[in-house]
């Protein structure tokens, strides 16, 4: 299964973007969820994760700016970026560290590190 994240685009310096990520219907358990991005020539790094209870971590890039949520009922997870600057332009990708999901023939199958396919934000200067 993949988790599927949308709502990057483009912004300008000082402006804000909202990203969601949804998980499919399949998944009827999941664990942490967070947001992670790659810039080019750089390593995916860790911006914000947030637990099945609420709790949640930042990265010091993204403290104050940037605010994870998320809908338990409906395997969500947003995140919303104000006050956007340049560096923070990357490939945006929604994780989740584990998650149980049902097969069409009712198999239960567990996985971990489940990752979106990415979307890209870009803000210009």
């Known amino acids: 299964v993949q988790l599927q994240a949308f709502g990057g685009g483009l912004a300008q310096f000082g402006g804000s973007l909202r990203l969601s990520c949804v998980a499919p219907r399949s998944i009827f358990m999941i664990g942490a969820m967070g947001w992670y991005r790659q810039a080019p020539g750089k390593q995916r790094e860790l911006v914000a994760t947030?637990?099945?209870?609420?709790?949640?971590t930042y990265a010091d890039s993204a403290k104050g700016r940037f605010t994870i949520s998320r809908d338990n009922a409906k395997n969500t997870v947003q995140l919303q970026m104000n006050n956007l600057k340049p560096e923070d332009t990357a490939v945006y990708y929604c994780?989740?560290?584990?998650?149980?999901?049902?097969?069409?023939?009712?198999?239960?199958?567990?996985?971990?590190?489940?990752w979106g396919q990415g979307t890209q934000v870009t803000v210009s200067s």
């Open positions: 947030i637990t099945s209870g609420g709790s949640t």
């Open positions: 994780n989740a560290d584990w998650a149980n999901w049902r097969l069409p023939d009712s198999t239960i199958v567990a996985g971990k590190d489940l």
